[in-house]
């Protein structure tokens, strides 16, 4: 068994220009967008706009495709970059144009099995490099579950109007979805609008959502390749999560690696706290060092929300290398 979706089935990610059309098909609520290939045209359409407007390489980018310019020069020169190749390669050379929207975002994961969806516990990331959502964007520097922002009936919204028609639209393309089905959502004035799919787990949602799962995963995986999700009862923790990351110097445009970290045992030790590698390794010496941006994501339960964001910066504080950057408001 293989869990997660089929090659044909990932363009929903890899290609955000094809997933627009697949939810203007199906009349899935998202922002006004149009993909280009020239730039000349690219910047004809920004320069026509009333509202400034948020640009998208429509291939992978690592979580960085996305820029938000204050001004036709910053598009311009994002345009560029991305459809000379210079930015992301090939994932570069069509770029969308899209309505910026306002409104909190959301992160919905769920599960699908061909058919079935299970949603489960909402998150809600964290992309800004720093506080208050300031800086440029990353990969996501923190995460806390549940989100505050959706309630039951916004959840029977979201599935009622989202994910459901996504996952019928998949299959009358001829695409059957099983795996996990990350739907990034912005709470609009007009109700729900998708920002994106990622056919994956999110980094760093998944690591906020896997200590609240108190079902065995590999039976998740299991029923979710079989088509069996309906047969499982999926029980989680009803305790928060709040998830730090904690990022190399120079991230995200240029991270500095091999800063020996320390700390690490002291705040996996350390009651409903959980560490989380990434962008580390061993030296010649045993010691972890820094080896990427991201390097370490650190999670923590709490009966309450605010104390999972308490105990998780406790935590954090126990580790440090040189230059670490890290949020301070995560989950706040």
Known sequence: LVFGPVKNAAILEADKAWAKQLMRSASIPTAESRDFTNLENAMAYVESREEPPVLKAAGLAAGKGVALPTSMEEAAEFLEACLNGEKFGAAGKKVLVEERLEGP??????LVDGRNI???????????????????NTGGMGAFSPSTQVDEDMMDLIQREILVPTVDALRRDGIDYRGVLYTGIMLTPAGP??????????????????????????????????????????EFDNRPSCCVVLASEGYPEKPKTGAVISGIQDADAMDDVTVYHAGTKLDAKGNFVTAGGRVLSIVALGDTAELAHKKAYEAAGKISFLGMQMRTDIGA
Do not use: M, W
């Not at 964290?126 to 440029?136: A, M, S, T, V």
């Not at 995986?221 to 999700?229: H, P, Q, R, S, Y």
């Open 193 to 234: 609008k998708v920002l994106e799919y990622n056919v994956r787990f999110g980094d760093p949602e998944c690591q906020a959502i896997l200590p609240r799962l108190k079902t065995d995963f590999i039976d998740i995986c299991i029923a979710t390749c079989t088509g069996k999700l309906s047969e499982l009862d999926i």
């Open 105 to 110: 975002e959301v992160s919905v994961l769920s």
């Open 118 to 136: 299970y949603i489960l516990e909402t998150v809600q990331d964290h992309k800004r490099l720093g506080d208050n959502d300031e800086g440029p």
